[in-house]
């Protein structure tokens, strides 16, 4: 099983924002992957402030949990066979689980589909998302690090195309997608 720290900057943009931005980029590809989010019956991980997902991309299937710690939001991944209940009964997934005291009935919330473009460069992956759940769509950008540089003001500087200065994360797909309801 995969673990890392995840560090990344994230904002919503209307769709004007997104496709100004996404014209510097003229080689972007979109490809598409739909993320099965799950918890407990009695949202163990969701008070714990967690996510738990397996997204299918092309013909695979991989399982994630975020979990926040004291060193930043710790990201497990393994691939699993398929998306559904099945596959948390893999031992290494159970043992993380334990781990983290998730127990109880697992249970599917929701399904959300990102078409996404991924630009690479040196320090980070630059990520164009347009998600679509619950009959709503919306546009955001994601600047996550594959290492430590200063990542706030290149991405600041991207952001200035469109007028917008970054103060905070946006909600989480899951949330945003839970709270559609």
Not at 28 to 49: S, W
């Amino acid at each position: 099983m995969n673990k890392n720290i995840e560090k990344e900057y994230k904002v919503l943009l209307t769709k004007e924002q997104f496709e100004k931005l996404l014209s510097n980029y003229p080689n972007a590809v979109f490809k598409t992957q739909c993320n099965t989010y799950y918890d407990t019956d009695t949202h163990c991980i969701q008070k714990k402030k967690g996510a738990m997902r397996i997204r299918q991309f092309n013909d695979k299937f991989i399982f994630t949990l975020k979990m926040h710690s004291n060193d930043g939001l710790l990201e497990f991944e393994k691939e699993v066979n398929e998306n559904s209940l099945n596959s948390f009964q893999d031992v290494e997934i159970q043992n993380l689980l334990d781990k983290f005291h998730i127990n109880g009935n697992l249970i599917e919330l929701t399904t959300l589909c990102t078409q996404r473009a991924t630009i690479e460069t040196e320090f980070a992956e630059i990520c164009f998302d347009i998600s679509s759940y619950n009959g709503c769509t919306d546009y955001e950008i994601e600047y996550e690090y594959k290492k430590e540089h200063d990542g706030l003001s290149i991405f600041q500087d991207i952001l200035k195309d469109v007028h917008i200065t970054y103060t905070s994360n946006c909600k989480s797909k899951i949330q945003r997608a839970l709270e559609s309801f």
